[in-house]
């Protein structure tokens, strides 16, 4: 298995021969709204380009897996890149009604696909009212037969339920997103630096960190945070991407074995619509 840092929560996971173009932003800098609305260091997102390897990685691209609508995972740009290539996506049941509806070629992304275990997690994204106006967000959990197996939070904040799930699952690795991100106001949207370093320290997977330092309200940076896991004696386990760098995983020789899948139930389409209604894609 193989990941490439792109940008932000973008990035290419090699799996099997499949090539997966994870949550395509795709835009120049500064051709996104600020995300920040009650703050002065707001600027136009997103605020770094995607890098150089970025060009030679996306040609060899198989599918999609969109894990949200939010502009910051899957933008116009995205959008066309993935239209102009006829590229199959992949997608939560609660997503692919939007997704289809802007033309992509989505499949719900279900156990037994592509012959590997699958797991939806539905995470929560901020708190209280504003997690609920941000809409319901899913995380995967995607175990192919001959690869370590990996779980992708998607954009989440810290909740026992997630971590029940980890219990369970025990991923081999699991890519989080890192930022914390606030909007100026209210609560966080994404995992704090302690609720990161909480998570991490309840299980064994190897920790990668992304959704950094390419989006205006995002605060936390790749030092800091790499500086607190040194602290907690976390930085084995722990990777956190530049932009471009790749990862490859080899498979555990005890690969973990899944007995109890979820049921994934779709709750939540109107808060969907509504966000779709903001997503601007
Ligand atoms: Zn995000």
Not at 112 to 139: F, I, Q, Y
Not at 147 to 158: G, M, N
Request: charged share 25%.
């Amino acid at each position: 298995m193989k990941i490439q840092q792109l940008r932000n929560a973008t990035f290419i996971l090699t799996l099997g021969s499949r090539r997966f173009l994870v949550d395509p932003m795709l835009s120049g800098p500064g051709k996104l709204p600020a995300f920040k609305v009650f703050s002065r260091e707001r600027q136009r997102n997103p605020i770094v380009a995607l890098p150089e390897e970025a060009k030679e990685a996306l040609k060899t691209v198989t599918d999609v897996l969109i894990t949200h609508e939010h502009m910051d995972h899957i933008d116009r740009a995205g959008m066309k890149w993935i239209k102009d290539r006829d590229l199959p996506v992949w997608a939560s049941p609660i997503d692919t009604p939007y997704l289809k509806k802007k033309g992509l070629k989505v499949t719900a992304l279900e156990n037994g696909a592509m012959d590997m275990k699958v797991e939806l997690v539905p995470t929560k994204h901020s708190r209280g009212l504003l997690s609920w106006l941000l809409g319901p967000v899913t995380g995967f959990y995607l175990a192919h037969p001959r690869e370590p197996s990996i779980y992708l939070t998607s954009d989440a904040v810290l909740t026992e339920h997630l971590l029940k799930t980890l219990d369970r699952l025990k991923p081999d690795v699991i890519v989080a997103p890192a930022g914390s991100a606030n909007f100026g106001l209210g609560p966080d949207l994404l995992f704090s630096v302690n609720e990161l370093v909480t998570l991490t320290k309840r299980v064994n997977s190897k920790m990668i960190f992304n959704h950094l330092e390419a989006i205006d309200h995002c605060p936390t940076t790749r030092d800091e945070l790499k500086q607190r896991m040194s602290e907690e004696g976390l930085a084995a386990r722990v990777f956190i991407p530049k932009d471009g760098e790749e990862m490859e995983f080899l498979p555990d020789a005890n690969p973990s074995v899944i007995k109890n899948l979820g049921i994934y139930q779709p709750t939540g389409r109107f808060q969907k619509w509504l966000t779709g209604q903001f997503a601007g894609t």
